[in-house]
């Protein structure tokens, strides 16, 4: 095997592992982020996708570097095709768009566990799931956030109050401190079953087909979007 055989076998292999998993969970990892984006309360941690994607930038950051270094031993030979450089300049835009779609899904979850702070404090601490609601950093996070939260509210105003005004999970009175989620709130749904779901109203029926846009109540069409039968747009 000469060094042009050498060289081109390289280069097919690369593309074959560029293109083995990359669309797929690509597709998954927007979907997830948009229905992260669009619902009104925080949904299961996608750990399982997560661990997908970090790895898969990974290798992906590894294969540009050893391609980078193989580049400038074969450039000065006139060897690199053009080819070869385009595949890079793609699989380097694939590594940015799966960062940043990254960086959107897990701010996203920032947002919500700072605006419900303590609503999925007790929430995680009462409930058990098949599918952890936060993943071990963002329980961390939430606690850590919290704390943080509560010292500061102690020692600008809370300290001067008396003790049965300074607790910040009070319901008395019929007014309930914790902030929570509106899971009441109007979403626009896609249905993407390849079986009508049929949807009791308060005093109609409503039947979603796939591919049908729909605007309903998040509560109504949770636990369609739970088991992957609707997605949010």
């Known amino acids: 095997m000469d060094i042009d055989d050498i060289l081109q076998e390289f280069e097919e292999s690369s593309s074959r592992r560029f293109q083995e998993t990359s669309s797929n969970i690509c597709q998954d990892l927007i979907t997830a982020a948009m229905n992260e984006r669009m619902a009104p309360e925080l949904l299961p941690y996608k750990a399982t996708l997560m661990n997908q994607i970090l790895t898969h930038i990974s290798n992906q950051q590894q294969y540009l570097l050893d391609s980078h270094e193989y580049g400038e031993m074969n450039s000065a030979n006139g060897i690199i095709s053009s080819d070869f450089k385009l595949q890079l300049m793609i699989i380097e835009t694939d590594v940015e768009r799966l960062s940043y779609t990254v960086r959107l899904y897990l701010r996203t979850r920032l947002s919500k566990i700072n605006k419900y702070t303590l609503f999925y ?3 995680t601490r009462k409930e058990e799931q098949e599918e952890e609601l936060l993943s071990s950093e963002e ?4 606690h850590q956030y919290y704390s943080l939260l509560t010292s500061l509210y102690n020692n600008c105003f809370l300290k001067k109050l008396p003790q049965i005004l300074t607790y910040l999970d009070d319901n008395s009175g019929g007014h309930n401190m914790i902030v929570a989620p509106d899971v009441d709130q109007f979403v626009f749904v896609k249905c ?19 591919n049908g846009v729909y605007v309903i109540k998040y509560s109504l069409i949770k636990r369609y979007l739970e088991i992957g039968d609707i997605v949010l747009i």
Do not use: A, Q, R
């Not at 079953?193 to 109609?204: A, M, R, V």
């Open 121 to 123: 404090i007790n929430k």
């Open 139 to 142: 329980k961390d996070y939430i």
């Open 192 to 210: 993407i079953s390849e079986t009508p779901l049929l949807l009791h109203l308060d005093d109609d029926e409503l039947e979603l087909v796939k």
